[in-house]
């Protein structure tokens, strides 16, 4: 059983918007740090965006330049990455991951434990 199940990719054009979603699968991960991230064919797996246990602090890549959001619905388990004014250079899929606890260990995908298979993303211009 895979630990967390993203939703909410898809094709958008340019200037497009898409919302993300992740939750638990069996579990919930409110009280752990929960990070997006996303891979191109062909390049690394890089952080997207960060949230520590209960929502206590955000960060953002550089890239994000005030694009995207990240969020926890503590109703519903569930952690959202809204994309705002997508570019092609966003195609990825991407992936929600868990820490073992609630701080955060930064953007390497190696510091995170539990993974979703990923939601793929596309951008046209």
């Known amino acids: 059983q895979v630990p967390l199940v993203e939703s909410g990719g898809g094709s958008v054009q340019a200037g497009g918007s898409l919302r993300l979603s992740c939750a638990g699968s069996?579990?919930?991960?409110?009280?752990?740090?929960m990070v997006w991230f996303r891979q191109a064919p062909g390049k690394e797996r890089e952080g997207v965006a960060r949230?520590?246990?209960?929502?206590?602090?955000?960060f953002y890549a550089d890239f994000v330049n005030g694009r995207f959001t990240i969020s926890q619905d503590y109703a519903s388990y569930t952690v959202y990455l809204e994309m705002n004014n997508l570019q092609p250079e966003d195609t990825a899929m991407y992936y929600c991951?868990?820490?073992?606890?609630?701080?955060?260990?930064?953007?390497?995908?190696?510091?995170?434990?539990?993974w979703g298979q990923g939601t793929q993303v596309t951008v046209s211009s």
């Open positions: 069996g579990a919930s991960y409110m009280n752990n740090c």
């Open positions: 949230i520590s246990a209960r929502g206590g602090s955000t």
């Open positions: 991951a868990a820490a073992s606890g609630p701080l955060c260990v930064g953007f390497s995908p190696y510091g995170y434990k539990y």
